[in-house]
């Protein structure tokens, strides 16, 4: 099973972005759009099309033909008391609590989600896909997510979500099944 991510048009700098944004595409971003749809559009021909619940991947996921269905499971780590914040405003209340959450993948000092159950909750999204062989399946979300499929399907170690970027518009690609997946480039 080939699985095609499809990061969001979402164009604000990463310093910039919001925990939890979920604003409608902006000018820049619809025009980002218009410019990749050509390359994006046999996409829509995969078996099942999904996209996260926020506006912007709905918004993407619709510009591109996908007609997808929301999936709660493709959503953002959900980052408690920080949703709302840039890492930025999040250090300067509480940077002992910013510091701690980034060296340990375990803890959650925002309230909400930790990363290892982010990422774990990423993968089990994508080991319950019900296409087998070689069904295909795209979905547009946010680059958190994607750097969390990537980071599962690697097997790679929780720091590595930090030293990964996904730029809006970005395609990445997975495949396999349960427990078992390559990236693909390219």
Known sequence: MLVTLIAAARGTPVPDARF??????????????????????PLAAAELRYCSPTLASRQTGDALGLAPLVQVALRECDMGRWRGMTLREAAVREPAAVDAWLADPRSAPHGGEPLLAF?????????????????RIVAVTESSVIRAAMLYALKAPPQSYWRTEVHPLSVVSLNGCRGRWSLCLG
């Not at 944004?21 to 559009?41: C, H, K, M, S």
């Not at 774990?120 to 070689?134: C, F």
């Open 20 to 41: 939890g944004d979920d604003r409608p595409l902006d000018l820049a971003d619809w025009q980002a759009l218009e410019r990749v749809i050509p390359a994006l559009l």
């Open 119 to 135: 990422v774990s909750r990423i993968g089990a999204w994508l080991d319950t896909r019900p296409v087998e062989g070689d069904g």
